[in-house]
């Protein structure tokens, strides 16, 4: 679910005590959707819908949910636009994207909730629109910074 907010340090107090009032404790860590089976929750567009998916981890008898927020950090923003920067592929316009996201460091811009019921995980996520752009500019850095151009050896046949 991407949400219009700009910063999402309000939903995740929000959720941690949505949680806490049911009772139910919190696992710090962030599940990995491709390395777990795991069933991402449908939100409909509803923001709220975020304590509909608490509720129904307490009523099938979880002990406690996995938590995990992401929150923009300087020396992350920096070491992509350097790469951007430095890359062979990339245009200007990306590394412009790049330096406009430094307005929203120090912000969070990813939660995610979860919690496991029989060998599966069931997930929430929320992201704002510039923590998606981000996420879309770093994998570009990654995959740029791995390219390497082979050149033509002189031993190499026109």
Known sequence: ???????LT?????????????GMRRFHGY????EVQSVMWDSNDNPEAWKDFVELAKASGAPFLTMHAWVLKREDM???????????????????????LRTYIGKTGFVQLGW????????????TEWYDRYQHLLEMSEDFSGITIDEPDEDDEP
Request: aromatic letters at 10%.
């Open 10 to 22: 309000g939903l995740k107090d929000d959720m941690t005590a949505f949680v806490e009032g049911h």
């Open 1 to 7: 679910m991407s949400t219009a907010l700009d910063d």
């Open 116 to 127: 496991p019921h029989q060998g599966c995980m069931f997930l929430y996520e929320a992201s």
């Open 78 to 100: 920096e070491e992509m636009i350097r790469r951007l920067s430095t890359a062979e592929y990339t245009n200007d316009d990306d590394v412009e994207d790049a330096r406009w």
């Open 31 to 34: 599940v990995d959707y491709d």
